[in-house]
């Protein structure tokens, strides 16, 4: 008899992927069973790979994949999409009763757990997820749509979290697949904003260039370089994550100015700037974490409607058998990459 594979997924240790064939899970009441259409691979699943102190309640082996595009097979009758529609997932799995989750800041529910992380990812055939957590996106491109877990919900998130006025100047420092969302999502909610990049290489600023955003090249002296030719911003959003970023950020802000860190840096932020100076600037400093289900549900209707074009963004697209060249591929970062992903 042939053994016919169950459900082809990868698993990731430190150091190791593996693909392997498991049994299909259970399908517990309130949740899908999803075929995957679509799987992005970012910089996360790369921590996974290199080995990292994981959150508490996960466990290697990890079955990743967070950014997921799917078809749902099966669902409880009224529950949710039903089988058949085409679904992106929230990659956390929240409560839904704790203060957090009660107030709108999701994104910290302490018992939270994260798609790829706590429980099976998408880097798979098949996989669930909780019917609550699927956001509709028919008539999408599959491999387009798993951007927006992710990459395109986070940077929504971080506009959100910058407060930006209509009409107003945002600056963004760091342009990869986020810091390029960001750009693109301001301008589609407000063709009247004034937007700037603080980019590193060549290829980005053509690629942020063709979108007719004016770049700065370089952090070194950003901040005076932005004020210069764009007069004082009244946000900066840094997705770059280099030690030089607050402090150039700071330079380029007016009073009451906001600035928001968005990347992973496990070093101190330093700021070249005094106590009084951003007492006096009324100068705001906060983080942006992630995305709720509201983020997602909102891009993905962005997309939905014609307002934002994620046409460009995938520049790597790779079967699941071929999981391994894809983490390469992210390791590497050759010249032009924005996402990678996976359809299974
Ligand atoms: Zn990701
Ligand atoms: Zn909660």
Known sequence: MDAVPANLRLAVSPGQLLLENAPKEARPAGWARLKVLACGICGTDLHLLHGMKLPIGAAYPIFPGHEVAAEVIEADPG??????????????????????????RENHCASGEMLGVHRAGGLAQEMIWRSDRLVPADDLDPQQAALLPDAVATAFHALRRSNLPQGGKLAVIGSGGV???????????????????????????????????????????????????????????????????????????????????????????????????????????????????????????????????????????????????????????????????VTA
Request: charged share 20%; glycine share 10%.
């Open 79 to 104: 529950c949710g999409p039903q089988p058949g529609s085409r679904v992106v997932l929230h990659p956390l799995l929240t409560c839904g009763r704790c203060q957090e989750c009660i107030s709108g």
């Open 179 to 341: 810091g390029t969302n960001i750009l693109q999502i301001s301008r589609a909610l407000d063709p009247a904003v004034t937007l700037v990049a603080v980019v590193n290489s060549e290829g980005t600023a053509r690629r942020i260039s063709e979108l007719g955003i004016p770049v700065i090249h370089g952090l070194e002296g950003a901040g005076r370089a932005c004020k210069a030719d764009f007069g004082e911003m009244d946000a900066v959003i840094d997705f770059s994550g280099a030690e030089a970023a607050p402090n150039e950020a700071i330079r380029m802000l007016r009073k009451g100015g906001r600035l928001v860190l968005g990347s992973v840096r496990d070093e101190r932020v330093s700021l070249a700037t005094s106590y009084t100076g951003l007492m006096t600037r009324e100068i705001e400093i906060v983080g942006s974490y992630s995305s709720t289900l509201s983020d997602l549900r909102a891009v993905t209707e962005l997309v939905r409607s014609g307002q934002l074009s994620l046409a460009g963004l995938v520049t790597h697209i790779f079967a699941l058998e071929e999981a391994e060249q894809a983490f390469a591929v992210l390791e590497q970062r050759p010249a032009g990459m924005v996402r990678v992903v």
